[in-house]
């Protein structure tokens, strides 16, 4: 699909290959083009992760793609996880408390 295609079709419609972003750590550059964007792609992330074996990606590279979206979207990932699956907060527990260390002041927001 060229970047015309994909510009005209909604984000919600696109394939998005959360493989490859794990892979690399890093998120394609103008992907998360809105904020609205970015909450259905943390949300759809979310749902990866739960949907694929654990030793499927590294956590450090979990990590790196939560680095690139706002702040209030990596409290949001982590309340997602919790609310889809609360067993699997055993499984990212040091990734959670990294990040909520962090951000203790968002998670009432």
Same mark, same amino acid.
């Given at each position: 699909?060229?970047?015309?295609?994909?510009?005209?079709? *909604?984000?919600? $419609?696109?394939?998005?290959?959360?493989?490859?972003?794990?892979?690399?750590?890093? /998120? =394609?550059? @103008?992907?998360? &083009?809105? *904020?609205?964007? $970015?909450?259905?792609?943390?949300?759809?992330?979310?749902?990866?992760?739960?949907? /694929? =074996?654990? @030793?499927?990606? &590294?956590?450090?590279?979990?990590?790196?793609?939560?680095?690139?979206?706002?702040?209030?979207?990596?409290?949001?990932?982590?309340?997602?996880?919790?609310?889809?699956?609360?067993?699997?907060?055993?499984?990212?527990?040091?990734?959670?408390?990294?990040?909520?260390?962090?951000?203790?002041?968002?998670?009432?927001?």
């Amino acid at each position: 699909m060229s970047d015309s295609q994909s510009a005209a079709v *909604p984000f919600a $419609a696109q394939a998005v290959s959360f493989h490859e972003m794990l892979a690399t750590g890093k /998120i =394609p550059d @103008g992907l998360l &083009s809105s *904020p609205y964007v $970015a909450e259905q792609f943390v949300e759809r992330l979310v749902h990866y992760v739960l949907s /694929i =074996p654990a @030793g499927s990606y &590294s956590m450090a590279n979990l990590s790196k793609l939560l680095e690139q979206v706002d702040p209030r979207q990596q409290v949001s990932f982590f309340k997602k996880l919790k609310e889809t699956s609360p067993e699997s907060l055993k499984h990212f527990a040091p990734l959670y408390y990294g990040f909520m260390s962090e951000f203790s002041d968002l998670l009432f927001t």
